[in-house]
């Protein structure tokens, strides 16, 4: 799927939203911001003429983002829908190589990062609960900007890079708190997978090769919901 595709989906889907919710109220806006826990990613391909893989350690690392959204109202049960758009970012460090052609082991002078620009589609389902505490769920599916700037090897001469439009997607569970009319504080967990993510491998006196993996990361944000 070309990220144009990705693109239009996403807006067809925000699209859709908007039309179904023409007599709702409710208009918010949010940012937020926390720590990210990558999943380490092995990037496999034919490097040398064989079948390798790069396992790649990743640092914890942070994300920013914000989001427009819209209730729908209540669908019933004290369960309320609503939906958004989220623009986000994050990044993390890589600190340890293991390279299959050169066998176990780990690799000199790791160095580098990946980081993503992420825009969603997000669909919520709010639990009302009679109280200033309003649990929710929800998931969303976008398109992600990965970009990769990777290095190890004696002399730090080998190296991962690229920048790749994937699609990907998000699970969401958190609660929100009341602190005024117009204002809420949150917390969230979310787990994000971004698929077929590549890159190039190139080193020194040596024909580049393409390498590629699903990246996934749990993020845990806490941020400031305006109702407006």
């Not at 993390?92 to 176990?104: I, W």
């Not at 919520?124 to 976008?142: E, H, K, M, N, S």
């Not at 994937?166 to 979310?190: K, M, P």
């Amino acid at each position: 799927m070309t990220s144009t595709k990705m693109l239009l989906s996403a807006a067809l889907v925000a699209g859709t939203m908007s039309a179904g919710a023409a007599n709702a109220q409710d208009w918010y806006g949010q940012i937020f911001g926390g720590a990210t826990f990558a999943d380490n990613p092995n990037f496999s391909g034919v490097i040398g003429g064989a079948a390798n893989s790069v396992f790649t350690n990743l640092d914890d690392g942070y994300n920013l983002g914000f989001a427009i959204g819209r209730r729908f109202g209540d669908l019933g049960n004290g369960v309320g829908l609503r939906g958004e758009i989220e623009l986000s970012f994050s990044e993390n460090d890589a600190d340890g190589f293991n390279f299959t052609g050169n066998g176990p082991g780990a690799e000199a002078n790791p160095g580098g990062d990946i980081s993503s620009t992420n825009l969603f589609a997000n669909v919520y389902a709010d639990f009302d609960t009679g109280g200033r505490v309003t649990p929710y769920l929800g998931g969303g599916i976008g398109v992600s900007f990965v970009d990769q700037s990777l290095v190890y090897g004696p002399t730090s001469n080998v190296r991962i890079d690229g920048s790749d439009e994937v699609f990907a997607l998000q699970l969401i569970a958190g609660a929100s708190v009341d602190v005024s009319e117009s204002a809420e504080l949150f917390g969230d967990v979310r787990y994000i997978q971004a698929y077929d993510v590549a890159g190039t491998r190139t080193v020194n006196g040596a024909a580049p090769a393409s390498v590629s993996d699903d990246l996934s990361s749990v993020a845990l944000n806490v941020g400031l919901r305006f109702n407006f």
